[in-house]
């Protein structure tokens, strides 16, 4: 018999998903396998018959990560997802696992089924729906409106009840009319409260996997139903079950075509994770000022939920409640089952006390205020407006908005040539300033438009030119869904820019229809110390951008790039036939070449601008100007900013607006970041793994002195640094390791940052360091700190009694340690902590390395003692400590604050023997 630990971390709904590969294991292979797991949800596996305790490591047993690889083919394979862990089990262990049933296999216990339900005490009835209305920060793409939720919850008040779940630290909306039981459930307590449910109301989350494999109650139907509110995000058929009621939108969007989109995020987070800028929705819609979601989720509506609920009671097939003994019966629920004159659309009027109603209420959007002018405009106008390429872009917003608040004005708009293409469509002629005659008698009113910058910091919508202008001369507020640059290019301009990027890119377009070219603008006509990019910085990019396997091409009519070369970098310069003989860029073309791009790189300057009226993915770097000044909303443009672009902007409502609705990340050294972002968007690899290998590449340090400590902050880790990143870490070791109130040693703590973040989470901190250089900077910065802070070598802790600490921390040093040197730190490790105190480390390994591309060719010169963690487990045995990482990795992984979420890293935890 075959001893299997099947370990996985991921969430819970997937752990479901496992019970149901374990079950169909052991019923297609009875007797021939015992099989224990390592999961993040334990509680799934309570009275499951086919688990037996099993150690890990112990001989005969064979430890398995499972995974279900399936899951990259789902777009083009007709599985769901509970295929996936046990076709890579059958792949594992080269034998057939057939599917026995359509869900998981999550057991209650006797006494369990028997007890009252969960939150009784707080109003849950004897019959209910759980309504799940929001979701976990990582995933904001599966996210419904709350007020839709909420209308749905307002539709069936007095006549089904909600109960609303969630977890504490996810985003979860309170609804009005329901049983709030956010963050009031543990995971046992759920799967009970799932147990008494009637039915489910969620997106495609956990609950919904719970509802097929959780048992009903006796006397209700076999299959609990369930309506999932799921989007395009996946494929219907991997997430779908057969009674539920799955309303997708798959094949209705262009970004869902084909199946699921698989995007992560749609709302961005600001945590820092990669997700918030190389996985974002393509189709966002803006909801509310502090709320997008995605268009496939709006395209949802509390009418589509209702009837899908209303179907249940209307068919009987579910067999929500007890059968009618007589026709006419009203079943407790309000509902009339079997009286079919009376049902959804019937005539009688008596109907509408009882019967669903087929029109539940309209879906309110909040609206901006749009104040009327003092006085009544001309209705037929002239707009002249004869300022630069990037300027003329941002008034398209401003005919947007006039188009839609005014349709009854008639609007011709006289500009410059190449700048007058960006408004075809969008006004009723078009005229070209100093080459037409413009008979201005024949309008009602002619504006000759200054373009002032917004000093103003507002919040509801971007504090930028357009802003500005219709506030004081239209007298309309702003609407954030109108503030986006909008350019038409005609079918003649795309065929002519398309040509264009043929003869650079000679292998033709990639499978995605755009060319694999990069188009850079780094270099404006004005302001060009508060915009340009140097010369090295960009060919640095360019290297990425060829060694990528694309094709660099420099936006630079008037020959000031010198990495030109025709060869490697193209230029369509000013006499290319492109601009058709104007020697200048043209709105439309130059929007019709970047949306047949693959990348566009730009500066606060006219081709950024045009990249915001598109679909192609785009970085705007800023130096000295802030984007929420001058650049208006578009979800595909990246916006890259210094550490201290606060200084940039007005006040703090724009910054606020700014975090909130613009899609950015801020710099701390650009001559890393901006490649390893291009390297990110080009290729699919991880943004923080690219530049963690640019920033080691400029290490030459070997030793612990002033040096190492300014060459790491001129490469962007200044250790004197402390903020959120260092309080949250404090927080999430401190709790999950139950250190608070405990004494723990950081080993390696240079200046002082983490420890600070551990002692204010709560824990009894003192530090060691042997860099003395940072030890005075940390003593100096925090006076407070400086009897906490000691220079000494891990090697002797001579400061320190035995068993004196609960606690060692210890967070990227392990690999300075000299591989010579390790035992004997481990010893003096295990002497200083008392028995059963928990060493938490977290450091480089082989297989890190491996996982990343790194090699030590390129690696910090200190980083000297690179082993497997097989490695560091026996030197841990060796020297007193027992592993126990399995123990604390669901805790450590579940918290709200993990950064084994946020990060790929090799860590280790260890308990002192007696």
């Keep these: 018999m075959r001893k299997l630990l099947l370990r996985s971390f991921q969430s819970p709904g997937d752990v479901v998903m496992l019970t149901a590969a374990v079950r169909d294991l052991h019923l297609s292979h009875p007797g021939g396998f015992q099989t224990d797991v390592r999961t993040s949800a334990d509680a799934l596996w309570q009275h499951n018959p086919y688990i037996t305790p099993l150690k890990e490591g112990s001989a005969g047993t064979e430890t398995l990560d499972m995974h279900y690889p399936l899951v990259h083919g789902s777009n083009r394979r007709p599985y769901h997802f509970i295929h996936g862990y046990a076709q890579f089990l059958e792949q594992r262990l080269s034998l057939s696992i057939p599917l026995s049933d359509f869900r998981g296999d999550v057991r209650l216990s006797e006494e369990e089924k028997s007890a009252p339900c969960p939150g009784v005490e707080l109003g849950v009835p004897e019959r209910f729906w759980i309504i799940v209305a929001g979701g976990k920060y990582d995933f904001t793409a599966k996210w419904w409106n709350p007020t ?200 009688s009027p008596k109907s509408t006390d009882t019967a669903i109603q087929t029109a539940p209420p309209a879906t309110v959007r909040p609206q901006p205020i749009r104040p009327t002018s003092p006085a009544k405009l001309a209705q037929t106008l002239l707009i002249e407006f004869r300022h630069g390429l990037g300027d003329a872009v941002q008034f398209t917003s401003v005919l947007k908005h006039l188009k839609q608040v005014h349709p009854d004005w008639q609007v011709d708009v006289a500009a410059l040539r190449g700048k007058h293409s960006a408004y075809h469509g969008l006004c009723r002629k078009v005229l070209v300033l100093n080459e037409e005659s413009i008979n201005k008698s024949a309008y009602s009113q002619v504006y000759q438009l200054d373009w002032h910058e917004c000093g103003t910091a507002h919040g509801d919508w971007p504090s930028t030119k357009p802003s500005r202008c219709l506030l004081e001369v239209f007298g309309i507020t702003p609407m954030p869904e109108l503030c986006r640059y909008e350019i038409q290019q005609r079918e003649t301009r795309r065929e002519a820019a398309r040509a264009a990027l043929a003869s650079y890119c000679p292998a033709g377009p990639l499978s995605s229809g755009r060319f694999p070219s990069v188009l850079i603008h780094y270099q404006g006509n004005t302001s060009g110390d508060r915009k340009d990019l140097p010369h090295d910085l960009i060919r640095d990019v360019c ?164 040096r190492y400590y300014y060459e790491h902050r001129l490469a962007g880790l200044d250790y004197l640094n402390f903020g959120d990143w260092q309080r949250q870490y404090g927080r999430w070791l401190v709790q999950s390791l139950n250190w608070k109130g405990r004494r723990v040693l950081e080993v390696g703590c240079a200046c002082g940052s983490i420890l600070r973040g551990l002692g204010e989470a709560g824990a009894v901190v003192q530090g060691v360091e042997i860099n003395e250089y940072m030890v005075r900077l940390g003593r100096d910065k925090w006076p407070d700190m400086a009897p906490l802070l000691h220079i000494c070598d891990a090697v002797n802790l001579h400061l320190f009694a035995d068993g004196e600490w609960e606690g060692i921390h210890s967070s990227q040093v392990a690999e300075h340690w000299k591989p010579k040197l390790v035992p004997h730190i481990l010893e003096e490790l295990h002497r200083v902590t008392a028995p059963g105190g928990i060493f938490f480390c977290a450091l480089d390994t082989e297989e890190l390395f491996a996982r990343q591309g790194r090699t030590m060719e390129t690696e910090d010169p200190t980083h000297v003692c690179i082993k497997p963690l097989a490695w560091w487990h026996e030197q841990l045995s060796a020297t007193g400590w027992q592993v126990c990482t399995d123990e604390f990795q669901p805790l450590l992984n579940d918290h709200q604050e993990s950064f084994l979420k946020r990060y790929d890293w090799d860590w280790f935890c260890a308990r002192r023997q007696p």
């Design 148 to 347: 839709s939720a909420q209308q749905v919850v307002d539709h069936f008040q007095g006549r089904v009840a909600f109960v609303q779940t969630g977890e504490q630290g996810h985003w979860h909306t309170p609804l009005k009319g329901v049983v709030n039981l956010i963050g009031k459930t543990k995971l046992r307590d759920f799967i009970r409260l799932m147990y008494h449910a009637e039915g489910v109301l969620c997106p495609v989350t956990f609950a919904m996997h719970l509802a097929a494999a959780v048992e009903t109650k006796p006397g209700r139907g076999k299959n609990r139903p369930c309506v999932v509110v799921a989007g395009g995000r996946e494929p219907s058929h991997w997430e779908a079950y057969t009674h539920h009621q799955y309303i997708s939108t798959n094949g209705m969007l262009s970004c869902c075509l084909d199946g699921g989109c698989w995007k992560s995020r749609c709302q961005l987070v600001g945590d820092g994770d990669a997700k918030d800028r190389n996985d974002v929705c393509t189709s966002p819609v803006q909801v509310s000022p502090d709320l997008r979601i995605p268009q496939c989720m709006d395209m949802i509506s509390s009418q589509d939920v209702i009837r899908r609920i209303e179907m249940y009671y209307q068919g009987g097939g579910m067999n929500l409640s007890a059968n009618c003994e007589r026709r006419n019966e009203v079943h407790s629920t309000g509902f009339l089952a079997c009286d079919k004159s009376r049902e959804v659309g019937a005539t």
């Design 543 to 706: 290297e990425v951008v060829i060694k990528a396997g694309y094709v660099p091409i420099i936006l630079d009519w008037d020959r000031r790039s010198s990495l030109i070369d025709n060869v490697k970098i193209f230029n369509p310069d000013a006499d290319h036939e492109l601009w058709g003989g104007r020697r200048t860029g043209d709105a439309e073309t130059l929007t019709a070449l970047i949306e047949a791009s693959s990348l566009m790189i730009g500066v606060d300057s006219g081709p950024l601008h045009a990249a915001g009226a598109t679909s192609t993915p785009a970085i705007g770097v800023w130096t000295q100007h802030h984007p929420v000044h001058f650049f208006d909303l578009a979800e595909n443009v990246t916006h890259m900013v210094p550490g201290d672009h606060e200084k940039n902007a007005a006040g703090r409502p724009a910054l606020d607006y700014f975090s909130k609705h613009y899609k950015h990340h801020v710099y701390k050294q650009l001559y890393i970041e901006l490649p390893a972002l291009t390297q990110s968007l080009l290729t699919g690899d991880d943004f923080e793994q690219l530049a963690n290998k640019r920033f080691l590449c400029q290490l030459t340090s070997k030793g612990f002195t002033e």
